[in-house]
């Protein structure tokens, strides 16, 4: 347990807009124009950076149409609370990702892709107590892929503006991802005390 703490707190640290690295000189693109020797000018990227412009933007729209389903079928307060905290800091941090990307002229996702449309269609199918569970272990999923997504700008990326938004938006997902492993942890609860709750039928 001292260990995760410690790593955690290192990928916290690490994330820093005062301590690292950004318009990273290991990573520069091929065509990258300089401001200074060895300083990227503002706004170059290379394909670290736009691959990752649109997979974030990808993941924050999902975040926001899932967190706008669940505020309207959720059953438990806790869950609801949650989506209605995904609309917020995501759609906030949306709008973020965009006018930084168009800076750098890199063209973001305008729809669901094909794994959050199937999502969406899964989650469609239920209600209640089933819809919960299956929407916050979702979230858990998504924010611990969003998490990897953000260290890997951080790292690799060249477009200081980008590293900077992954930097300040890390801390923040790491948070919604463990409030969401919270719920999961109390929703599994209260589903097995229910099981254990019910008299056993007569074969």
Do not use: C
């Not at 690490?14 to 000018?41: E, H, I, K, Y």
């Not at 890997?152 to 300040?168: C, K, N, P, R, V």
């Not at 463990?178 to 929703?187: F, K, P, Q, T």
């Amino acid at each position: 347990m001292r260990i995760l703490i410690i790593a955690v707190g290192l990928v916290i640290v690490s994330a820093s807009p005062s301590l690292a690295q950004f318009g990273n000189p290991a990573v520069l693109a091929p065509d990258t124009r300089m401001q200074s020797p060895g300083v990227p000018a503002p706004n170059q990227t290379n394909t670290s950076d736009r691959l990752f412009a649109q997979l974030a933007a990808a993941g924050g729209m999902g975040e926001v149409e899932f967190g706008k389903i669940a505020g309207d079928k959720a059953k438990a307060a806790g869950i609801k609370d949650f989506a209605r905290m995904m609309v917020e800091d995501h759609g906030e941090a949306n709008k973020k990702l965009i006018s930084v990307a168009d800076k750098s002229k890199i063209p973001l996702p305008q729809a669901l892709d094909k794994d959050h449309e199937n999502m969406r269609g899964e989650l469609a199918k239920l209600d209640g107590a089933s819809f919960d569970l299956a929407y916050i272990r979702h979230q858990v999923v998504e924010h611990q892929k969003t998490v990897q997504l953000l260290e890997w700008e951080i790292g690799s990326g060249e477009d200081a503006e980008l590293q900077h938004f992954a930097a300040e938006t890390l801390p923040t997902v790491l948070h919604h991802l463990e409030v969401a492993r919270g719920l999961v942890a109390e929703l599994s609860g209260q589903l097995s005390a229910q099981v254990d709750s019910e008299p056993a039928k007569i074969k």
